[in-house]
């Protein structure tokens, strides 16, 4: 036997593949193996012979190569430093089956049967084995592959996961995202994938309310420290002013931002949905309307007599004479008026200006027909002397190349007197669906409701109805006239609303 040591430690480095040990030498004195965090084997000798350490470590190379672990082929690198140097990465030769250079603390080069040579790190989180993977060599160098694989080691000591703080990294660079990962970039991402199925005032209503309702309280924030707090008191200010319908859409907008922070890895939960309870309920119902036809002609009058902008007057008019939607009205432009000097003027409406889905809205076969009535026409003479050959029938005082703002008529028609919050805009079309049918009921005319239907642009069931939205046409004609007729019996013709009393 060779001479004795009294050294107590000896280490040796082999593959993951190797076995531990533990055997009792001639002397009886006790020899094991220990595995450390990085998968490496340390051998403990407290009594041992060299002769006796150097037969344990050739049998555990072996082992190591017969497994298809290997050392580099160096024995130099047993005792205690480096494994494998640059030389031995590019020497490295594919193999039948893949294999490994291990590296320290885990660190190794994994060699496909391919010749594609990749660095890997093994470590564990949360009591699972995992791995994460740093990039291919020679492009990653092994000096580079130390440096990822010592900062990972530290996002370890601080309690972070490597691989999951790796995903969001390359979550944000592959979408084009600002590497902050602030709300507004996210919600900006967002945005820009849903443009595409939206219709242009949608979206154009969607970022204002981002940008002005959500991004002054969060939108400079990294998105991944927003709280339910911060959404929850955004919110209830919305709702704080009576805006309960817009605080729920805001909400939801919010959530689907939080949504692709959590697809893109950056977030783990949803904090808006946890605050939806903060939020009263949206209590629906039909829209104020008058139901009677003397209501609606007293309404009509009364509206009329009070001080307004005489585009407001003519686009009311208008409106309760067509039932068209609001919108309609508001976005109408003259050139869209047909045939007003024949006896079948109509009023073509665009398919961007119905209330469609956007690739609806984008075919010429949604266009909708309305039948005008002679008072109608009237009407629409008479606005289109008003507005002056500008771009709109109904434009604004303020911006002559804009039409007169949405809440115009909302805003009028509540202070109308007797008649406040009893009918709104909107109300025409349950005014004239509601007297339209009860007479068809009272004359027997049953054919006719289906008819009035189609004049509210409601869709008919079937690929048809879809498409064939002038069917009917004489009848909706007479139906338009009769209405009209009604309407307005006794009342003064349009050109009176453009010499009455404005509203300074």
Same mark, same amino acid.
């Given at each position: ?7 107590? #430690? ?44 150097? *037969? ?50 885990? @660190? ?30 020679? $492009?990653?160098?092994?000096? $580079? ?18 691989? $999951? ?17 602030? %709300? ?6 967002? *945005? ?14 969607? @970022? ?94 009364? +509206? $009329? ?12 008019? #208008? ?10 009205? =508001? ?19 665009? /398919? ?5 889905? =956007? ?6 076969? %949604? ?81 006719? =409701? ?15 109805? =879809? ?5 009917? +046409? ?5 139906? /338009? ?24």
């Amino acid at each position: 036997m060779g001479a004795r040591t009294n050294s107590p #430690l000896l280490t040796t480095h082999v593959n993951q593949g190797s076995r531990k040990c533990s055997s009792t030498d001639t002397r009886g004195a006790n020899r094991s193996s220990h595995k450390g965090a990085s998968g490496l084997e340390t051998l403990y000798f407290p009594a041992f012979s060299i002769d006796q350490a150097s *037969h344990t470590i050739a049998v555990i190379l072996k082992k190591a190569h017969q497994s298809g672990g290997t050392l580099g082929g160096s024995a130099s690198a047993v005792w205690g430093h480096a494994v494998i140097t640059d030389q031995h990465c590019k020497s490295a030769k594919p193999r039948d089956q893949d294999y490994k250079l291990a590296d320290e603390k885990g @660190l190794y080069l994994q060699i496909k049967s391919t010749g594609y040579k990749v660095w890997r790190l093994k470590y564990r989180f949360g009591g699972k084995e995992k791995r994460l993977t740093f990039g291919p060599y020679p $492009e990653v160098s092994l000096r $580079e592959a130390r440096d990822k694989r010592d900062a990972a080691r530290r996002r370890l000591r601080d309690g972070e996961d490597p691989g $999951e703080v790796h995903k969001r990294t390359a979550a944000r660079r592959y979408s084009g995202i600002d590497p902050a990962g602030t %709300f507004r970039a996210i919600a900006l991402h967002w *945005h820009a994938m849903q443009q595409p199925q939206w219709k242009q005032k949608h979206a154009a209503d969607v @970022l204002h309310s981002l940008e002005t309702e959500v991004f002054p309280a969060i939108g400079s924030r990294p998105i991944a420290e927003v709280t339910p707090a911060e959404i929850r008191e955004l919110l209830e200010q919305v709702q704080a002013r009576g805006a309960v319908e817009t605080a729920h859409r805001i909400r939801g907008r919010i959530s689907s931002v939080f949504q692709v922070g959590m697809g893109l890895q950056l977030v783990a939960s949803d904090p808006a949905a946890s605050v939806a309870w903060a939020l009263k309920p949206i209590v629906r119902g039909m829209q104020p309307a008058l139901l009677k036809l003397k209501d609606c002609r007293a309404f009509l009058r009364a +509206m $009329e007599a009070e001080p307004a902008q005489p585009a407001t007057k003519l686009a009311s008019r #208008l409106l309760a004479l067509t039932a068209a939607r609001p919108g309609m009205i =508001r976005l109408a432009e003259l050139h869209e008026f047909e045939g007003l000097d024949t006896a079948q003027p109509i009023w073509r409406v665009p /398919a961007e200006k119905m209330k469609l889905v =956007r690739a609806e809205s984008e075919q010429d076969a %949604f266009e909708f027909i309305v039948p005008l009535a002679g008072q109608a026409v009237a009407t629409v003479r008479a606005a289109a002397d008003f507005a002056a050959n500008r771009k709109y029938l109904f434009p604004s005082v303020r911006h002559s190349h804009r039409p007169f703002t949405d809440n115009a008529l909302n805003t009028n028609y509540r202070r109308v007197p007797g008649f406040g919050g009893r009918h709104v805009p909107h109300g025409w079309r349950a005014s004239f669906s509601t007297i339209m049918n009860e007479r068809a009921i009272e004359l027997d005319r049953p054919g006719d =409701r289906a008819i009035i239907d189609l004049m509210l642009a409601h869709r008919p069931a079937g690929v048809e109805g =879809r498409y064939n939205r002038a069917a009917y +046409m004489p009848r909706r004609r007479e139906l /338009a006239q009769e209405w009209a007729n009604l309407l307005l019996e006794g009342v003064a013709g349009p050109e009176t609303l453009v010499e009455g009393p404005r509203k300074s």
